[in-house]
C-alpha cells in the first residue's frame, strides 16, 4: 500500500526525486516563527519539535535576540537493523531577530511547552522625537 498526498499538481516522479533524501544539502523546517503583535507587546511562537528546554539558549546582544538550539546525536546504535532512512534532525540551528537597542535580555519572558518556545517583548516607547520635515526649495 503506498500513501499519496492528494494535491492537483502532484507528479510522483517530481517530488520522488526533489525529496531531500536525494540532496546532497538537508532540508531544514526548523524555527518556525509566528510574531503577533499586541497592543503593549510582541509575542513570537517558534516551532522546536524535538528540542528539549536544555537545548536552547536565548541572547540579546547588540540590539539583536537570538534564538539557538543543538541537537547531540544519539551515539546509540540499534540493535535491530541498520537505518535505511533518517529524517530526524541532530546538529544546531539558530534564528535572530532584530528588536532595538533598547531591550535587555531581562526584559524578553519565555516558555517551552509541547516544542513550542514563546517569547513576550514589551514594547517600549520609542525615545526619538520625530523630526520635523524641511523641505528644500527648487530653483527656478
Do not use: H, Q
Not at 535580555?105 to 517569547?119: M, P, S, V, Y
Amino acid at each position: 500500500m503506498m500513501l499519496v498526498p492528494r494535491r492537483n499538481d502532484f507528479d510522483l516522479w517530481d517530488d520522488f526525486f526533489n525529496d531531500p533524501f536525494f540532496s546532497k544539502k538537508p532540508e531544514i523546517k526548523n524555527m518556525k516563527t509566528d510574531i503577533i503583535e499586541k497592543e503593549d507587546s510582541y509575542e513570537l511562537d517558534i516551532d522546536l519539535p524535538g528540542f528539549e528546554k536544555s537545548d536552547l539558549k536565548i541572547s540579546v546582544e547588540d540590539g539583536y535576540l537570538t534564538i539557538s538550539a543543538k541537537k547531540e546525536e544519539s551515539n546509540e546504535e540499534k540493535k535491530d537493523g541498520n537505518f535505511i532512512r533518517r529524517e530526524r534532525y541532530t546538529g544546531e540551528c539558530s534564528r535572530s531577530f532584530f528588536i532595538g537597542d533598547d531591550y535587555e535580555a531581562e526584559d524578553i519572558k519565555a516558555t517551552f511547552k509541547n516544542g513550542i518556545l514563546a517569547l513576550n517583548i514589551p514594547k517600549k516607547e520609542d525615545k526619538k522625537e520625530i523630526p520635523e520635515k524641511k523641505y528644500i526649495e527648487i530653483d527656478d
